[in-house]
């Protein structure tokens, strides 16, 4: 038997909206979600919360957060910053290791799983480990990416073109631009493009377990994959990579389910569990 209790957590003066996942007894572990940017955030709300009941079945306590600006959290996407996305993960962390008296494994998804590291790397001590699930390794390519949404947009519309350097300067500028229903603004594009996760030299020694989606299982992980992972590796983290088959969800616009990313992640910290005794 499992307990989710939603409710306001107050952090760098604004209250995120978090939903808690408890398991029966005193927890051996405790895990805190960050979600993935804009859009992909909700299309992977449903595999979150199943991760989430099983490994309160497993004895771990979750927190699920929704950043400053996002979901039901106070705030508007345009004010929200790369900094004050930080400040909430740690705030959050903060919190849960304090409820569950258990050191706090950071659990990301794509864009949520770089903010993750890139906290970590800042308080190593503080976070010994990292679950990444299909993280986004440059900020400033998945800007770029994200950019081209709204050039697709302009384009099928009929409107005036616009490029991605375009984009870009008139948020330079100071400008608020809106890219498939979000207000982006300059400094959090910014905040974002600076980001890399083979750059983040303060992951010496933090284990992490990076999950790659692949077409088919058996298949190999593609080069760019491969070649973060190695970056990782040399500055120190203890690496573990996994694929897995199935819907890629970040990108889906229908609900759908990824079983195979849930049962191997499970299967991961049972067999951690089986090993750890609650405090």
């Given at each position: 038997?499992?307990?989710?209790?939603p409710?306001?957590?107050?952090?760098?003066?604004?209250?995120l909206?978090?939903?808690?996942?408890?398991?029966q007894?005193?927890?051996?572990?405790?895990?805190?979600?960050?979600?993935?940017?804009?859009?992909?955030?909700?299309?992977?709300?449903?595999?979150?919360?199943?991760?989430?009941?099983?490994?309160?079945?497993?004895?771990?306590?979750?927190?699920?957060?929704?950043?400053?600006g996002?979901?039901?959290?106070?705030?508007?996407?345009?004010?929200?910053?790369?900094?004050i996305?930080?400040?909430?993960?740690?705030?959050?962390?903060?919190?849960?290791?304090?409820?569950?008296g258990?050191?706090?494994?950071?659990?990301?998804?794509r864009?949520g799983?770089?903010?993750?590291?890139?906290?970590?790397?800042?308080a190593?001590?503080?976070?010994?480990?990292?679950?990444?699930?299909?993280?986004?390794?440059?900020?400033?390519?998945?800007?770029?990416q994200?950019?081209?949404?709204?050039?697709?947009?302009?384009?099928?519309?009929g409107?005036?073109?616009?490029?991605?350097?375009?984009?870009?300067?008139?948020?330079?500028?100071?400008?608020?631009?809106?890219?498939?229903?979000?207000?982006?603004?300059?400094?959090?594009?910014?905040?974002?493009?600076?980001?890399?996760?083979?750059?983040?030299?303060?992951?010496?020694?933090?284990?992490?377990?990076?999950?790659?989606?692949?077409?088919?299982?058996?298949?190999?992980l593609?080069?760019?994959?491969?070649?973060?992972?190695?970056?990782?590796?040399?500055l120190?983290a203890?690496l573990?990579?996994?694929?897995?088959?199935?819907?890629?969800?970040?990108?889906?616009?229908?609900?759908?389910?990824?079983?195979?990313?849930?049962?191997?992640?499970?299967?991961?910290y049972?067999?951690?569990?089986?090993?750890?005794?609650?405090?």
């Amino acid at each position: 038997m499992t307990t989710m209790r939603p409710f306001f957590l107050d952090s760098d003066g604004a209250r995120l909206f978090a939903l808690e996942c408890l398991p029966q007894g005193r927890p051996r572990g405790a895990v805190l979600y960050v979600p993935p940017f804009a859009e992909e955030m909700n299309r992977c709300r449903a595999i979150v919360a199943e991760q989430a009941r099983a490994f309160a079945h497993l004895g771990y306590a979750s927190l699920c957060i929704d950043l400053f600006g996002t979901g039901e959290s106070e705030g508007e996407f345009e004010d929200a910053r790369w900094d004050i996305w930080a400040r909430n993960v740690a705030d959050a962390a903060a919190h849960l290791a304090e409820h569950s008296g258990q050191p706090v494994t950071l659990w990301g998804m794509r864009l949520g799983a770089l903010l993750a590291a890139s906290v970590a790397a800042e308080a190593p001590d503080r976070y010994p480990q990292l679950l990444l699930w299909q993280p986004v390794a440059d900020g400033k390519s998945f800007v770029t990416q994200t950019l081209r949404q709204r050039v697709a947009w302009l384009m099928g519309q009929g409107l005036p073109a616009e490029t991605t350097d375009d984009i870009r300067a008139a948020l330079a500028g100071g400008a608020v631009v809106e890219v498939a229903g979000y207000s982006l603004s300059g400094p959090l594009i910014e905040g974002i493009s600076a980001q890399k996760l083979a750059a983040l030299t303060g992951l010496d020694g933090v284990r992490i377990d990076w999950f790659e989606h692949v077409a088919e299982p058996g298949a190999e992980l593609s080069i760019a994959c491969r070649r973060n992972l190695e970056a990782l590796e040399k500055l120190g983290a203890q690496l573990s990579a996994h694929s897995f088959v199935g819907a890629p969800l970040w990108q889906l616009h229908k609900r759908d389910e990824a079983p195979d990313l849930v049962a191997q992640t499970t299967a991961l910290y049972a067999a951690a569990s089986a090993d750890t005794t609650p405090a």
